[in-house]
């Protein structure tokens, strides 16, 4: 499986756009990436996921450069209830249902 | 429609005590999954079912750590001998079977304490 590395806390402030880079150096031709929010005393939940290029959706743009060894979440204009922990996972999605491993993630802290 | 459900939210019991921790996944979603979290880290793999195949297991801890699924819908995780290093959120997902599988889907956990 391959090992993320991710910052380990960021800050920001409302408004501003937010990007989060991981790094998976060894990421397989058959992983994917994806990019879950946690919120305390709840579980993750699913932001975005893509192979390659970029991937948009209603609330993050996800960069993936084409040697795949790293991504970029990117969060459009934070706001203070984008404070939570973001974890960066690769998987092999084509199973259905991947065996994963969650890093440490990166905590964000929304300012006003 | 519902999403994962885990009973209870709270649990906290005597070292030495067995703990039963229970799951409920989405309807129709083929794969489960098991993680443990302690304050301000990571989740920890704990096991992973899917369909009817065997159980991945490579993530339990000790043999005192057990997991069943049944008619491959509700899962049960069982603690043996409970010891306070045990104390962490238990986290259960799960996921769509499908060619292109699917992002996990998590519960609101189980914390448990153990005193």
């Known amino acids: 499986l391959a090992k993320t590395t991710q910052p380990i806390s960021m800050d920001s402030y409302e408004g501003q756009e937010v990007n989060i880079t991981c790094s998976h150096n060894?990421?397989?031709?058959?992983?994917?990436i994806t990019w879950y929010q946690q919120f305390p005393s709840q579980g993750p939940r699913f932001i975005i996921q893509?192979?390659?290029t970029k991937v948009t959706n209603e609330v993050a743009s996800l960069f993936i450069p084409a040697d795949r060894k790293s991504s970029t979440l990117s969060l459009p204009r934070v706001s203070l209830s984008d404070t939570a922990v973001y974890y960066c996972?690769?998987?092999?999605?084509?199973?259905?249902?991947?065996?994963?491993?969650f890093g440490a993630g990166t905590r964000l802290f929304v300012k006003a | 429609g519902a999403g994962v459900s885990q009973s209870p939210s709270n649990k906290v019991t005597e070292k030495g005590k067995d703990v039963e921790l229970r799951c409920d996944p989405i309807?129709?979603?083929?794969?489960l999954y098991w993680y443990r979290q302690s304050l301000g880290q990571g989740l920890e793999f704990l096991i992973y079912?899917?369909?009817?195949?065997?159980?991945?297991k490579s993530g339990l801890p000790s043999d005192r750590f057990s997991a069943e699924r049944t008619g491959g819908s509700v899962s049960t995780l069982t603690i043996q001998r409970t010891q306070q290093e045990d104390s962490a959120v238990y986290l259960c997902?799960?996921?769509?079977?499908?060619?292109?599988?699917?992002?996990?889907?998590f519960g609101d956990g189980t914390r448990l304490s153990i005193l």
């Open positions: 079912f899917q369909g009817n195949s065997a159980p991945d």
């Open positions: 997902a799960s996921s769509r079977q499908g060619q292109g599988g699917q992002p996990q889907h």
């Open positions: 893509g192979y390659k």
């Open positions: 060894n990421i397989a031709t058959n992983d994917y």
């Open positions: 996972l690769v998987g092999d999605r084509g199973t259905g249902g991947f065996k994963t491993i």
């Open positions: 309807s129709g979603h083929t794969a």
